[in-house]
């Protein structure tokens, strides 16, 4: 019985709370109420203008992905999609990735070699709707015409128009069943 009285002291305090009143200097007023307005619309004057401009690209096989291609008498896809990240306003418009579709273009290859893809696919009127440059991602596969599935591993290449354009892409390949393409 000797700790009651500290028990019985602890339990009032405990039970009454805090006793301290706040003085009107330290209460924070509710803040004002204003009118909603428009939202500011971002300015990217600063950024330079976009870059529409050619890609060209040269697929290579290893031995083993040419020889297998040869052997099935199997073609190369070329898929090519240019997209910009949104502008606030184009938000909504967005595909998977998030990004804004400027247009798309394929091309086929009887074999390793080089292609160039023209700017003409890339919807000039959406240029507006984008901040920065254009993108293109590039993705290389068998044809499947000689069998269902694809049966090569190509590097993925995903740059700004502007950068893609400046010098050959390289998209270095192998069949999946090989080591992954560097």
């Excluded at 428009?38 to 300015?43: I, K, R, S």
């Excluded at 009127?125 to 591993?153: F, W």
Aim: contains cysteine; aromatic residues 4%.
């Amino acid at each position: 019985m000797r700790y009651a009285p500290i028990t019985a002291a602890m339990l009032l305090i405990l039970v009454s709370g805090c006793a301290r009143q706040e003085s009107e200097e330290d209460v924070v007023p509710p803040p004002a109420t204003t009118t909603a307005t428009a939202p500011v619309e971002e300015d990217y004057s600063h950024l330079p203008p976009p870059v529409v401009a050619p890609v060209k690209l040269e697929v290579t096989l290893s031995p083993k992905a040419q020889a297998e291609l040869s052997k099935l008498s199997e073609g190369i896809v070329v898929e090519a999609v240019y997209a910009g990240d949104p502008v606030p306003a184009a938000s909504t418009q967005t595909n998977e990735f998030g990004l804004l579709d400027l247009g798309k273009a394929t091309k086929e290859l009887k074999g390793p070699g080089t292609v160039t893809l023209a700017e003409d696919v890339i919807d000039r009127s959406k240029l507006d709707l984008i901040v920065g440059q254009p993108q293109i991602m590039l993705n290389v596969r068998s044809a499947r015409k000689a069998t269902p599935n694809n049966i090569l591993a190509c590097k993925f290449y995903w740059e700004s128009v502007a950068t893609a354009s400046k010098q050959t892409v390289q998209i270095p390949c192998t069949l999946l069943s090989e080591a992954p393409a560097e």
